[in-house]
Structure formats: C-alpha cells, structure tokens
C-alpha cells in the first residue's frame, strides 16, 4: 500500500506568493490628502441661498406687492367717490336753477350799400358795404344772469369777409330779451380772384347773396352768489339771403329760415369744452 503526499497548507520558500493587495496599500501608500480649495475649484459650484434668506426674499417681495395692490385700489375708490361726488353737485345743480345756455335770433338785415369797384391802374378789386344788422338775445332762465363783454360781429358769404363791426357790453337779466342793434361795414376792402369770382356767381341767384353772421365774445354768469367769469360763446347765424340794391334804396334781406347756433367754450385750465 502506497502512501499518499498531502501538498503543505504553508507557502514555500521557494515558491512566488501573490501579494495581497489591501495590505500593500495599507503598508506602502500614505493617506490621501485633498488640496485645499482653490478660487477656481468655488466658481464652478454657484452660492445657493440658504432656505432662510429664500424665505426672506420671499417675504420682502410679497409685502412690496401687496403695497401696490392697496395703493391702486385706494386710488380707484377715491377716483370713483370724486366722480359720485361730481354727478351729485351737477345733478343738485341741475335741479336748483334748471340752466339753459342763450338763445339768439336774426330780427332783421339791411343792405344799404354793397359796391365792387375795380380799378384800371392795378386791375385790383374792391368791395365797400354797409349792413345795418337787428339781433335778438334770450335769457331763458329764472335764476341766472348773463353779462356779456363787447361782441365781435362779422357777415360772411361762403368764407368771403362782407362787412365788421362790434357791439357794447351789457347784461341779460333772468326772463328777458336784449335787441342788439348795430352797423357793421367794410372800406375799399380789396379782394382776391376768387373772392370776387364766388361774389360774382351768388349774385345771380334768385334768392339773392347766402349770408352768414358770426359773433364772438365772452360772457359771465351770476348765480346768487356763485360767479363765473370770461366764459367763451361764440354764435352763427346762417340760413340769411340778400339781394344787392342797385340804387341808393336799402334792400331787406331773408331771414325767416335765419338760424342761430349758440357754442359755450369753457375752459378748465388749458382745455376748452
């Protein structure tokens, strides 16, 4: 019977044995040491707020919000009280004195003098008129006065200047009717082309010269004790057709289709309504 060889459980000394390598790290290798870090190695990891100055930020913003909110809604309630405020004065005013703005009316229009003269020299063209104008003022209303400053008055003939003048102050009381009798005119007033070429042609209508009377002026109100002052009324009168006398006989113009527009300019500060 043979014997059997058991190979040693312990390396010879001959032979290569296979390091181990966690303790050949642990034997020869130093720890590892991390460099400390540099401004580059901090840029390239951006700061992150931390929950606490989020909160903050968040805070400080809502609160600047909530601000504007309670400024804009103050500003629309106060907007709408002024304007609630407004609609009751005028309504209560509107009540107490009922206003109504003057009325105007064309009684009468006289031609006493209506010349187109052209001379040979400068072949220029003159017209010389006189107009002897009658108007009516109303005050319609119970409780107010008017005064007016003097009034401008100019004849018009579709945009061509006929005849000026002017009228006094004076004042119209509550209920009552003013009649405005004035002469207005022009003097060897020299016209252009067309002036004379549309002249011309409207005095071969039938119906005579169309004509158009224009009156500017300011006016004041007295209401009890309330007062307003150099309030802008401009007034145009159309619907005034004219025949021309031929001779040294005053000629009465149409008015019975005359119509009178009144305009209030008021002004509030740089703005006119």
Sequence with gaps: MTDRVHPSSKP???GTAKPSTTSAVATTNPPLKFPPATKTHLHNHPYRPTPTSRHRHNGRRFTCR???CLTCFWSILLLIAILLLAAICAAAFYVLYNPHHPAFSVTSLKITQFNITTTADDDTTHLTTKFNLTISSRNPNKKIIYTYNPISITVFSNQVNLSTGSFTNFTSLPNNIFIIHTT???TSQILDVDSV???KSDLKKKKGLPMKILMDTNLGIKMEKLKM????????CYGIHGIVPKSKNATVADTSDAKCKVDLRIKILKWSF
């Design 197 to 199: 070429t549309s002249l």
């Design 229 to 236: 002052k150099n309030i802008g009324i401009q007034v145009i």
């Design 12 to 14: 010879n000394g001959t």
């Design 66 to 68: 909530r601000c504007c």
């Design 184 to 186: 207005t005119g022009l």
